[in-house]
Every structure is written in C-alpha cells, then in structure tokens.
C-alpha cells in the first residue's frame, strides 16, 4: 500500500469512528431529553398535588374556625345561662326573706 492509501484508511477508519461516537451521543442525548420530560412530568405533578393540599389545609382551617366560633357560642350561653340562675336563686331567695317578713 502507498502512503495516500494508508492515510486515507487512516481518515476512513476515524470518520467510522465519529459515526459510531455521534451515534452513541445521540442516543445518550435522547435518553436523557426523555428523562427531563419525566422529570417535567413529577414535578408536574407535585405541583398539582401541593396546589391540592394547601386547599385542603386552607378548608380544614376554616372548618376548624368555624367549629371554634360555635364553642366560643356555647361558652357564652353557658356563662349567660349560670348568671341568669344565679340571679334569679338570688331573687327567689330575696323574695322569700320578703315573704316570711311580711308573715311575721
């Protein structure tokens, strides 16, 4: 063989090699573009879940609000409901001092 012969089998055999490396990076680029999809998808994803869960925390509080708004309701009957006894206990008893008064 000449000297252009070799040099060209020399070009020849590198070209085959870049194909094969250009082949390799294309498949490596494709798989990985393929994993950021996936990756968009997830995060996707637990965007929507944690949209769904701060809603459901923001109903669960209001719930909760509401639920200690009709305590606080019960409390104050219940404080309205002892002063009103405790009054009129008073005045019955007041009453009936007035009562034996009278009937002595």
């Not at 995060?43 to 869960?53: G, I, M, N, P, V």
């Amino acid at each position: 063989m000449s000297r252009p012969e070799n040099q060209l089998q020399a070009i020849v055999s590198q070209v085959v090699k870049l194909e094969t490396l250009q082949e390799v990076n294309t498949r490596a680029l494709g798989e990985l573009a393929s994993g950021v999809t996936r990756l968009i998808e997830r995060l996707e994803k637990s965007d929507e879940t944690a949209r769904e869960a701060a809603q459901r925390a923001r109903a669960a509080h209001h719930r909760i609000d509401e639920i200690r708004a009709s305590i606080d309701g019960i409390k104050q009957g219940q404080r309205w409901l002892i002063t009103t006894s405790f009054t009129l206990i008073g005045l019955a008893a007041s009453l009936l001092g007035l009562v034996f008064k009278i009937l002595e």
